[in-house]
């Protein structure tokens, strides 16, 4: 891919994670400097749609990213050290939630992690005894659907989520590589309306395994850096 067509691609990412407005060509070049015209980033967008980044319901009408579109943002997010460089507010509250793992408080860290993303999260360590689930109110009211067909099917997710976890804990600990991303369905999710995060913490010498759940346009950089400010703060 072009170096252009994928900056576009990435501040079209930006664009519709940010409003959960359809990405144009308007939009982009009132928002972005590329230095070109909208008629060329139009030309760009189309190009994208025909690879399968976005969808476009109408000819005259935005454009829609696709997992496809999604999996490429996170990947490159996660390979760019500097996506995870954290303003100074949020690593102060990094060592607060790093200070309650530590003294073993998880569900604290559970409530204040899910209120500080606006997602529903989930701290689940069996060895302690111990799955707390927070912020399920902040993930339906973000969901990009008002489908009642799409809601059941958040809700039946979110009922089978511990003991899917329960299933998926072995695999979890035996991985090194954090955190695990997901984006549509995941070993614990089967609604492609979700996108899961898995992260893993060391409380007091025993694992904890956070789980972060959240529409597909959850804001990823910004997950991403307050786990990687709360790991160097541990």
């Known amino acids: 891919m072009k170096e252009r067509t994928q900056t576009i691609l990435e501040c079209g990412m930006r664009y519709f994670i940010e409003t ?3 990405v144009t060509s308007k939009a982009l070049f009132e928002k972005y400097d590329f230095g070109i015209r ?3 980033i139009r030309s760009e967008l189309s190009e994208l749609c025909e690879k399968g980044y ?3 319901n109408h000819p005259s009408g935005g454009r829609i990213p696709t997992i496809k579109a999604y999996k490429l943002f996170v990947g490159k997010l996660l390979e760019d050290e500097r996506a995870f460089s954290c303003p100074s507010k949020m690593t102060i509250f990094a060592d607060e939630l790093a200070g309650n793992l530590k003294r073993g408080e998880t569900k604290i860290f559970t409530d204040e992690l899910s209120r500080h ?3 529903f999260s989930i701290g689940y360590a069996s060895s302690l005894d111990r799955c707390y689930e927070s ?3 902040g993930l339906l009211s973000n969901l990009d659907t008002e489908s009642r067909d799409d809601f059941l099917d958040v809700a039946r997710d979110l009922e089978l989520v511990e003991s899917r976890i329960d299933e998926m804990e072995k695999l979890w600990l035996s991985q090194d590589l954090w955190p695990q991303v997901y984006i549509g369905e995941s070993p614990v999710t089967k609604s492609k309306q979700l996108s899961v995060i898995v992260n893993r913490f060391n409380v007091r010498g025993e ?3 956070f789980l972060m759940i959240g529409p597909m346009r959850m804001d990823y950089q910004k997950s991403f850096k307050i786990l990687k400010a709360i790991e160097n703060s541990m």
């Open 20 to 22: 959960g407005e359809p």
């Open 38 to 40: 909208p008629a060329m």
């Open 54 to 56: 976005f969808t476009q």
């Open 117 to 119: 993303l606006d997602i």
């Open 135 to 137: 912020g399920m109110y």
């Open 207 to 209: 694992p904890f395994l």
